[in-house]
């Protein structure tokens, strides 16, 4: 039998053992571009350079859940840190959960609003992106170099129900 796995609303201090929420709302706001631009300034620090990795952008298309859904697997990446920031303005799922002794521990369901991203600190247990509703467009930062995927599945896995949007 699965266990339900409630959704929490996102906040910086409930995120923060997992790493960084990005949220325009609470970033150091810079007028540059002559006045033209808005700069939300350094939403995260991406920490992905040790053995020789570097940093690179990309965007990934995620399709959308079935719901219920159950949480069968995590993964995290120990050489690097991975960011997301959704382009389609959508809600989206974030699942994160401590390391416990190598494999992932006790998952945490965040509702992630459409206008905030997420950045995992290196060697976080995360599940693969869950986008809502829709095909949904991110921009992701993360690591290219070296070997930085490591995944494990749960004996009993996790359900969420549908998220109310």
């Known amino acids: 039998m699965m ?44 920490d992905t350079e040790s053995e020789g990795g570097r940093t690179i952008l990309s965007l990934f298309r995620g399709q959308p859940r ?26 989206w799922i974030a699942i994160v959960a401590p390391d416990a002794g190598g494999k992932p521990g006790q998952p945490r369901a965040f509702m992630v609003p459409e206008d905030v991203g997420v950045q995992y600190a290196v060697n976080v247990w995360h599940h693969p992106l869950i986008a809502v509703g829709e095909v949904s467009d991110f921009l992701v930062m993360d690591r290219e170099g070296g070997v930085n995927l490591e995944e494990a599945s749960y004996e009993q896995p996790f359900l969420i129900l549908e998220p109310a949007n």
């Open 66 to 91: 079935a719901f219920p859904y159950a949480v069968a697997m995590m993964e995290r990446h120990p050489l690097g840190s991975q960011a997301f920031f959704p382009v389609t303005p959508r809600p």
């Open 3 to 46: 266990q339900k796995l409630e959704l929490e609303p996102l906040t910086a201090e409930a995120f923060a053992p997992f790493g960084t929420v990005m949220d325009i709302g609470a970033a150091e706001k810079r007028m540059i571009n002559g006045g033209t631009t808005e700069r939300f300034h350094a939403l995260a620090l991406a």
